[in-house]
């Protein structure tokens, strides 16, 4: 039932081209309402001067006063790295953001060498199911980027945000295994699954540990 609901999103998102977006609207409101930040439509919004309209959303961080874009990829499979990134800088550009977010449908869609997450400079390519911690990686490095010295510990964030950074790659190798191992080996499978929920529960903590460095 789970793999034919996801195969009917698949479809409903590929062809109507308007239901996955609705998704990851959703699951950004959930996301930003805890902060009060806000979460702007651009799907049909032209950009003035340039006359873009790359990226489905801009996510507004009321604490910052900066904002993140967001653009939902609703096809099966991404394509070309570079061009993707392209797209992504330009559209953090027109749509005047410090970060941009690439979401895909699951890590299926995401092209090998992505793995199931990546950041590239101030761009993230990510599953929906890794959005609030790609969100949240995205705030406190911008958060980092303009503190101007006021922080007490900036070395330690740099160095919790480089853990969730490797962890979030590490996930990639393990699910790999878990895919290869899944058919055969169930004992092996356990301890994977493990793995992943630990290093899930790792990055989590560093987040909250940068979390309580920038409200010391």
């Known amino acids: 039932m789970k793999m034919a609901g996801q ?10 081209g308007f239901v996955f977006e609705d998704v990851v609207f959703e ?23 340039s006359g873009s309209k ?8 009321s604490a910052l006063k900066q904002a993140i874009v967001i653009d939902a990829k609703n096809y099966n499979k991404l394509k070309s790295l570079p061009a993707i990134l392209g797209y992504l800088k330009e559209a953090i550009q027109q749509r ?7 979401v895909a449908f699951d890590e299926e ?3 090998k060498k992505v793995g199931s997450w990546n950041v590239y400079e101030n761009c993230i390519i990510t599953p929906i199911n890794s959005l609030e911690i790609s969100i949240k990686y995205a705030k406190y490095v911008m958060q980092l980027q303009d503190s101007s010295g006021q922080i007490t510990n900036p070395g330690v964030i740099k160095q919790k945000l480089g853990t969730v950074e490797r962890k ?3 996930i990639s190798v393990l699910k790999s295994k878990l895919t290869k191992l899944n058919n055969g ?6 301890d994977i699954q493990d793995g992943l929920d630990g290093l899930k529960q790792d990055i989590e903590t560093s987040l909250q540990e940068i979390y309580l460095e920038f409200n010391k």
Do not use: M, N, W
């Not at 005047?96 to 690439?102: E, H, P, R, Y």
């Not at 080996?185 to 356990?190: D, E, R, T």
């Open 96 to 102: 005047d953001c410090k970060f941009g977010i690439i």
């Open 7 to 16: 195969q009917e999103l698949i479809e409903q998102t590929t062809i109507k």
């Open 185 to 190: 080996v169930i004992s092996s499978v356990a």
């Open 168 to 170: 979030l790659k590490e």
């Open 27 to 49: 699951r950004l409101q959930k996301i930003a309402h805890p902060y009060s930040d806000v979460i702007e439509d651009t799907t049909l919004k032209v950009e003035a001067v």
């Open 54 to 61: 790359k990226g489905d959303y801009v996510y507004h961080i």
């Open 109 to 111: 869609s995401l092209l």
